[in-house]
T-cell receptor
Framework: SQQGEEDPQALSIQEGENATMNCSYK?????LQWYRQNSGRGLVHLIL?????REKHSGRLRVTLDTSKKSSSLLITASRAADTASYFC?????????FGAGTRLTVKP | GAVVSQHPSWVICKSGTSVKIECRSL??????MFWYRQFPKQSLMLMAT?????????EQGVEKDKFLINHASLTLSTLTVTSAHPEDSSFYIC??????????FGQGTRLTVV
């Protein structure tokens, strides 16, 4: 079963704009990870944030984690057409790793 | 980063036959492996979690006699889809990690049952 929900389900923006995706989950976690997936392909790991961390940056990516609200957000700044993909959060709990429903991001050139 | 090799990348089989998918960790010890199934335009659904040397833990609704998982070594896990039917056609992805660290994913296997 899936861990939680992501919103929005789909997001369409212009190149250069920022994209924010949110993820909510249900149970306690050790860490939370964000992945991207191009259509029909494997997953690419983007960033991992541990349960005792609140914010993490990697290049144009910024991830926040609020364990009290059981939610996380992924911000992609200065988006590019190549960022078009599906983005998933994955929660790492007690010996399991579950994915959210995902956000389909389309960046228009 | 660490590498997980999944093979084959795609397979077509006849209904009623069995298909084995391999997942190998190439440069680390995979103490835990996860198997997922992904239908078109949907998210990854966890099928089972396996720890090396132990029986896999299957998610509710996943038939353990149909989806046989073996994790006999620290570098290899296999998923065998037995008596495959067209509804088993899907994208299967494995991931592996060493203890409680970042999980690395294979490239996935697209299974088509005809």
């Amino acid at each position: 079963s899936q861990q939680g929900e992501e919103d929005p389900q789909a997001l369409s923006i212009q190149e250069g704009e920022n994209a924010t995706m949110n993820c909510s989950y249900k149970t306690s976690i050790n860490n939370l990870q964000w992945y991207r997936q191009n259509s029909g392909r494997g997953l690419v790991h983007l960033i991992l944030i541990r349960s005792n961390e609140r914010e993490k940056h990697s290049g144009r990516l910024r991830v926040t984690l609020d364990t009290s609200k059981k939610s996380s957000s992924l911000l992609i700044t200065a988006s590019r057409a190549a960022d078009t993909a599906s983005y998933f959060c994955a929660t790492d709990g007690n010996n399991d790793m579950r994915f959210g429903a995902g956000t389909r991001l389309t960046v228009k050139p | 980063g660490a590498v997980v090799s999944q093979h084959p990348s795609w397979v077509i089989c006849k209904s009623g036959t069995s298909v084995k998918i391999e997942c190998r960790s190439l440069d680390f010890q995979a103490t835990t492996m996860f198997w997922y199934r992904q239908f078109p335009k949907q998210s990854l659904m966890l099928m089972a979690t396996s720890n090396e040397g132990s029986k896999a833990t299957y998610e509710q609704g996943v038939e353990k006699d149909k989806f046989l998982i073996n994790h006999a070594s620290l570098t290899l896990s296999t998923l065998t889809v037995t008596s495959a039917h067209p509804e088993d056609s899907s994208f299967y992805i494995c991931s592996a990690r060493e203890w409680v660290t970042e999980a690395f994913f294979g490239q996935g296997t697209r299974l088509t049952v005809v």
